[in-house]
């Protein structure tokens, strides 16, 4: 069997003639395949927002919409020295929080969320962020999205798969999904792949929407699943 070929980033494709799954494959048999060349090729993927303590996570993930992780990042450099407790969030005008997160966009609506969501930790919490689904969902500002990358990375606790833009993005062209809501694409991708995987296999995608399946015009040249995905320009 000829080598593989191998892309700018180091991972060797598949060559035409190797047996197994293709794109025209039924969903059960390419599945299992595309998980595991990519959670291959990603083996690091892990969450890019910076944060040291659950509170941290959540402010970082609701600041994290509509915006990029490194300027979420920056940003969060200095607010997180600034705020420490949800009381510090609460302590100063709504006006003075949103100029301080204002390089993130939406700035009004994030800080309403952020004051929100601490004075409800406050107040019925106890000054520490929850600890389940349900509770985290009913945070101002928070929908699954958010609940799923708080749990996993402050807690460990693995309750579903993060719908970003990327995973949502990647995951219909793949073909894993049809739907367009993120609670249906992420029931659907909570039957496709192992529980095992639900965690790291979220950051794998977005590493792939980011890196090769980005949205303008995907590099599928240089994609390790390209021979696996009906969306394939190549």
Request: one cysteine or more; charged letters at 30%.
């Amino acid at each position: 069997m000829p080598a593989g070929r191998r892309g700018r980033d180091g991972a060797t494709r598949d060559g035409p003639t190797e047996r197994g799954p293709t794109r025209d494959s039924p969903l059960e048999e390419r599945a299992p395949e595309v998980i595991r060349i990519l959670r291959r090729a990603y083996p690091d993927a892990k969450v890019a927002l910076r944060f040291s303590n659950p509170l941290e996570m959540l402010v970082a993930t609701i600041l994290s919409a509509q915006c990029t992780d490194e300027r979420v990042n920056r940003v969060t450099e200095g607010l997180f020295a600034k705020y420490r407790t949800p009381e510090d969030y609460l302590r100063v005008p709504e006006e003075e929080l949103a100029r301080d997160v204002k390089p993130t966009g939406f700035f009004n609506q994030k800080a309403k969320s952020i004051r929100g969501a601490c004075r409800r930790i406050v107040e019925e919490g106890g000054g520490e962020v929850p600890r389940t689904m349900e509770e985290l969902v009913a945070l101002p500002g928070v929908a699954r999205k958010t609940a799923n990358i708080v749990l996993g990375n402050a807690f460990g606790k693995v309750e579903g798969i993060a719908v970003d833009t990327h995973v949502r993005r990647v995951s219909q062209r793949l073909g894993f999904t049809g739907e367009s809501d993120p609670d249906r694409i992420e029931r659907d991708l909570m039957e496709l792949i192992p529980k095992r995987h639900w965690f790291s296999f979220t950051y794998v995608l977005i590493d792939h929407g980011r890196a090769v399946c980005v949205a303008r015009r995907p590099r599928c040249e240089e994609c390790p699943v390209s021979r696996l995905c009906p969306s394939s320009l190549v």
